[in-house]
């Protein structure tokens, strides 16, 4: 049975810095392709980070150069490290895995069968 369950969430002021944690079971976690997405209130969900099974990773371009996933291979865990968080960055944060090394669709979320149940991040100003 594959859990995802996500943790690190909270709220922080414009600038800060938050890290998020997803640990991942019943998958091989080194394998895989891991995600991360968001969702903020009447807006759709959006991937923002991935890293493939060969640790090949895309980002959003409006986490680009701000945010940094990686895997943990001890923890059997996929990390998300926010930094100089804005006011746009508040919103539901999921993980995502696909049993598979690439991510199929890469950012498309109907390909992700695996789900985190989400952690809030608020952002104020």
């Known amino acids: 049975q594959v859990q995802l369950v996500e943790s690190g969430g909270g709220s922080v002021q414009a600038g800060g810095f938050l890290k998020l944690s997803c640990v991942v079971s019943?998958?091989?976690?080194?394998?895989?392709?891991l995600a991360w997405f968001r969702q903020a209130p009447d807006t759709e969900r959006e991937g923002v980070a991935l890293i493939d099974g060969l640790n090949i990773k895309e980002y959003s371009d409006s986490v680009k150069g701000r945010f940094t996933i990686s895997r943990d291979r001890a923890k059997n865990s996929v990390d998300l490290e926010m930094n100089t968080l804005e006011l746009a960055d508040t919103a539901v944060y999921y993980c995502?895995?696909?049993?598979?090394?690439?991510?199929?669709?890469?950012?498309?979320?109907?390909?992700?069968?695996?789900w985190g149940q989400g952690t809030q991040v608020t952002i104020s100003s």
């Open positions: 019943g998958l091989p976690i080194h394998k895989v392709c």
């Open positions: 995502a895995a696909q049993d598979s090394v690439y991510c199929r669709g890469v950012f498309q979320s109907s390909y992700y069968p695996y």
